[in-house]
């Protein structure tokens, strides 16, 4: 969680803080000199007396190209990807989660991007990486990133969710996290190829009803998309937030399926293979279906569905005090635009609408917000987002009215945060 | 009015006309791969078996090469070693409480097994068994699943003839959206009781 704090500190003037805030500004202030040190500016106060200047606006700051890649004020250094380790055997085989709770805006910083890969990282070499498009084409195609960038691009931009995002929340509540409840989400602008050029290119089949997609990591993820997909909005894409993609989001290319669960989105895309029939691969038979109470599981169940959070207050961003509040959140559907967000703060009693912040895109994340005047009572905040397909975020007891306990993933339940007397937040779920 | 006419024609031609490119209207980008390279690159094996190299193996001739390149992660019995994937039991489990999904009780075709272990394992060392380890493993794993006899020699015709138990198991296509909430804005519940709640930090 951050504060931001007057910008008084190591001026010397020193105005009577809450009790609360007097412990994170003595932090602050250590840090700060300890960190100046390091780079040789002195944070010592004016001594003219009644000027108020802190030493950043007394001596000059580093200069132009300090740094040939920006990266964040070290301030902010707690705002990070994390994973756990207990989830998976090997962190390359695993999942690192967004800290939604910090972003600010619809756009997900490139590298607090969640994470999943099933094989590691691979580190791409462009010159010797290409694309083969065969199968069920009149004519195969072998691409290089040079060749796939001479064809038309389009940049949008496009939520991506991982399927099971959601999945340590769905038996019950396990984490007072926002992080964890939900930062298996990112939502960037995408720079590609339509896929259908690229089709149009090597020339479809009429028998071709399938594709499958497969990555050149050390696990080769495979699986097979619909064609009707691939025809529609698919990109291949190559670039991310307007720089190339980044190694571990699939360097130099991969496949990017709107609105589709992030396994379909395959990283370092090295084939597409066109097909009459679906291939069953692993990562589409043993794993990423929704098994059902009656013991058979859904299958190439694509769609993430209708979803929102409240993102402030949440467990890493309490409330400070009572009076006027600001409650902000995101809502995003694979079904298409967010028509409306609905806000609860009494355990869905009762509902009002919240504004919705533009831009509203096909497929993105959009800001929500509702002010609210906090009396300093408990209180069981939610958010409903409705798409333009009208299509209405359930609670969890509907979800599990129809799939049962077992179906983890594509969790889209409304989440319900308690807030309590103090401020605080709790993760809870209701019946 | 004429001339208004004839602006609509116009600009409904190049609307129509621009952006949909037909079959022979392509960029030319690329090149046209080899036999030889498609060969090379396309590793997969279909449900149906389609894909599925020449050669052969039995669980006899799995064993060793089980135990030496995946037990240390699935255990020596198929167990699984900590979060590693088990890869037998949990028959009859599907529908239950705890269901344990493996090999056994919750693959549907033999031949993703094949497809699977060929592309990425041994873990951290893919792609790098030959076509005869790759079935020998496979059969090993089904015999420790009581799926096939010890001696069954596995190729390109027999492992796609094994009938899998959870073969009927998979739904598609997808039924969604198939949870049909209503947006009610006033007095909508009356009892809210709180289930489940945690403080834990991760």
């Known amino acids: ?431 | 009015m004429y001339s208004w006419h004839r602006l609509v024609i116009f600009i409904t031609f190049f609307i129509s006309a621009a952006p949909a490119m037909t079959a022979d209207q392509r960029y030319g980008y690329g090149t046209v791969p080899t036999e030889i390279e498609i060969r090379a690159w396309d590793i997969d094996v279909r449900a149906d078996g389609a894909g599925l190299p020449d050669g052969k193996g039995s669980s006899v001739q799995g064993e060793a090469l089980y135990l030496q390149l995946c037990s240390a992660c699935h255990g020596e019995f198929g167990e699984g070693i900590g979060r590693f994937p088990a890869l037998i039991g949990g028959e009859d489990s599907l529908d239950k409480e705890r269901p344990k999904k493996t090999v056994g009780s919750y693959w549907p075709y033999a031949t993703t097994l094949w497809d699977y272990i060929n592309r990425s394992m041994p873990f951290g060392n893919a792609q790098s068994l030959e076509p005869d380890q790759v079935y020998a493993i496979v059969a090993y794993i089904l015999n420790m699943n009581d799926l096939i006899s010890a001696d069954t020699v596995l190729d390109r015709k027999s492992l796609p003839a094994i009938r899998m138990p959870n073969r009927d198991g998979f739904l598609s296509p997808d039924p969604r959206p198939d949870v049909h909430s209503k947006a009610c804005m006033k007095n909508c519940r009356d009892n809210i009781e709180i289930t489940s709640h945690t403080r834990n930090k991760p």
């Open chain 1, 1 to 431: 969680m951050k504060k931001r704090l007057p910008s008084t500190s190591g001026s010397g003037l020193e105005k009577p803080l809450k009790p609360d805030l007097k412990k994170r500004r003595l932090f602050l202030q250590s840090g700060l000199a300890a960190g100046a040190s390091l780079i040789g500016v002195s944070t010592e106060a004016s001594t003219v007396p009644g000027k108020l200047v802190p030493g950043w606006s007394r001596h000059l700051g580093a200069g132009v190209a300090s740094s040939g890649y920006g990266i964040p004020s070290r301030f902010e250094a707690d705002v990070q990807r994390r994973t756990l380790d207990w989830l998976h055997a090997r962190r390359e085989a695993s999942i690192s989660f967004t800290p939604l709770q910090s972003q600010q805006g619809i756009i997900t910083p490139t590298g607090l991007m969640f994470e999943r890969h099933h094989g590691g990282i691979a580190d791409i070499d462009p010159e010797r990486h290409y694309l083969l498009i065969h199968g069920l084409v009149k004519q195969p195609l072998k691409l290089t990133l040079t060749e796939l960038m001479r064809f038309p691009s389009v940049s949008h931009i496009h939520f991506l969710e991982c399927a099971a995002n959601g999945v340590l929340n769905y038996p019950a509540a396990q984490y007072n996290s926002l992080q964890f409840t939900h930062g298996m989400l990112s939502c960037c602008e995408w720079t590609g190829v339509p896929l259908r050029l690229i089709l149009n290119e090597v020339g479809i089949r009429k028998k071709a009803k399938w594709i499958l997609a497969e990555g050149a990591d050390a696990a080769a993820l495979t699986r097979s998309i619909p064609i009707d997909k691939a025809l529609d909005d698919a990109l291949i894409v190559y670039a991310q937030n307007g720089e190339m993609l980044r190694p571990e989001q699939g360097y130099p290319m991969r496949l990017l399926l709107p609105g589709w669960e992030g396994v379909t989105n395959i990283k370092w895309l090295r084939r597409l293979e066109l097909g009459d029939q679906p291939w069953d691969t692993r990562e589409e038979t043993a794993t990423y279906t929704d098994l059902l109470p009656t013991g058979k599981a859904r299958q190439f169940t694509f769609v993430m569905e209708t979803k929102s959070v409240i993102t402030s207050p949440c467990p890493e961003n309490p409330l400070p005090g009572k009076g006027r509040v600001a409650i902000n959140g995101l809502a995003w559907s694979g079904y298409g635009r967010i028509k409306r967000v609905d806000v609860s703060v009494d355990g869905g009693r009762n509902w009002q609408t919240a504004r919705l912040h533009g831009p509203v895109q096909n497929k993105s994340l959009t800001r929500f917000s509702m002010e609210w005047d906090w009396n300093g009572q408990t209180a069981l905040l939610q958010s409903r987002a409705i798409d333009e397909t009208g299509y209405v975020q359930p609670t969890l007891s509907e979800l599990r009215k129809i799939r049962g306990s077992r179906s983890l993933y594509h969790n889209n339940a409304i989440q319900t945060w308690r807030l309590n007397s103090n401020g605080e937040i709790e993760n809870v779920q209701l019946a």
